[in-house]
């Protein structure tokens, strides 16, 4: 994180993440992860090396194992029926996202995708009973963005299992951080080739059907990247379900500008070199995308019925009262036992604080401009944070 101290937008954070901490790039194959490296012509930094090189033994005993479940259990798991329709908590990054799908994930009658199935999708039902236990110690306990509690067992994006999978998905930019990023096309599928698109359909089917097999619950998904694709979900999983997550802009561009300056750091085979204002830019860019060419575009298409709008500030400010809306909205059975599920959540969770951080005026001003259709939809009348 080599920025210009000086052109600071936030604070720089200081990541610390062990070595032998998990990758998204761990959970690929071979051939998959050979072609994300060649597609860069293997530009790596020369203190990612050692990464790189790990990640390739893991890489070898990942093949095996995909073949292993491909050939025990490919067929039952692509005649396995997807009964239930999903729900999709959806939204920007550090909008809330992840505290939505944890509090939907307390109801037993719902399943989701562990942060272990996300990093296995391919083999997760012929390994995820024994597996989990050998690898468990790179896993760190908490999230470095938010020191949210993680683990093998926690919900997690199943936009890692795409990446995992060597699907495309805009997360590939985290490989080479000082390039273009590819399949921008993805965070709204508006224009993304037909040959992209299948292998997406193709993957995210599959992953969701190994789910199935596994859990035989109506799924609760989340990614951010999904906010754009709406439409495209609507249509792959038909009558599924949406619930978006909206927060200040400011305090969710702020935040999403440090998360990837750590995921960057994190992922990365490359050293981050670019400025701070050039990461906003980028922000600023997808935002766009995901926004003003996605979710704001597609979202009269989606039935009323299937669509349940929230904010952050009003799911923290009474989280059971949102719940009990989202429930019965959606006419879901089970809300009291979920409501006092997430009632004992945050009386846990009392002395966890938010990450505070300070934009200038000039930046705030920025982010109403790209902001404007956002804040008037989800009623914010002005940039504070």
């Known amino acids: 994180m080599n920025a210009d101290r000086q052109t600071d ?12 901490g ?3 790039w761990h959970g690929m194959t071979t051939l998959n992860y050979l072609k994300l490296l060649a597609a860069k012509k293997f530009r790596i930094s020369f203190l990612r ?7 390739t033994i893991f890489s070898v005993p990942n093949s095996c194992l995909v073949l292993l479940q491909a050939l025990f259990l490919g067929r039952k798991i692509w005649r396995t029926q997807i009964e239930h329709a999903p729900i999709f908590v959806v939204g920007h990054w550090r909008s809330g996202t992840t505290l939505l799908h944890e509090l939907l994930a307390l109801d037993e009658n719902h399943a989701f ?21 050998l690898l468990s110690f790179t896993v760190p306990p908490k999230r470095p963005m938010d020191s949210m509690p993680v683990s093998f067992d926690s919900p997690q994006e199943d936009e890692f299992a795409l990446v995992c999978m060597g699907s495309p998905s805009p997360y590939f930019r985290l490989a080479f951080p000082n390039d273009k990023p590819p399949y921008e096309e993805f965070y709204n599928m508006e224009n993304s080739s037909p040959r992209d698109t299948e292998r997406f359909d193709r993957d995210l089917t599959y992953f969701f059907k190994a789910l199935t097999l596994a859990k035989k619950k109506r799924l609760i998904l989340k990614s951010p990247t999904h906010t ?8 792959l999983f038909p009558n599924a379900r949406f619930v978006h997550i909206s927060r200040n802009p400011v305090t969710q561009f702020s935040s999403t500008l440090r998360m990837w300056m750590i995921m960057d750091h994190i992922q990365g085979f490359q050293t981050p070199r670019y400025s701070q204002r050039e990461l906003l830019q980028y922000c600023f860019d997808v935002f766009g995308k995901m926004y003003d060419d996605g979710y704001l575009n597609q979202v009269a298409q989606i039935p009323a019925e299937n669509l349940f709008e929230i904010r952050f500030e009003d799911l923290t400010a009474n989280p059971v009262e949102q719940i009990r809306k989202i429930y019965s909205h959606f006419g879901l059975a089970n809300v009291d036992e979920v409501c006092r599920k997430v009632d004992n959540y945050f009386s846990e969770r009392v002395d966890y604080k938010l990450n505070q951080h300070q934009l200038s005026e000039e930046v705030r001003q920025e982010i109403g401009v790209v902001c404007s259709s956002y804040m008037k939809r989800f009623g914010y009348n002005e940039v504070e944070g």
């Open 228 to 235: 754009g694709r709406i439409n495209h979900l609507f249509r």
């Open 113 to 133: 995708p562990t942060t272990y199935e996300c990093f296995a999708p391919q083999h997760f039902l012929f390994t995820s009973s024994w597996l989990p236990k």
């Open 9 to 20: 937008i936030v604070e720089v954070p200081d990541c610390k993440y062990p070595r032998s």
């Open 49 to 55: 090396w050692g990464m790189a090189f790990l990640i």
């Open 22 to 24: 998990a990758r998204l």
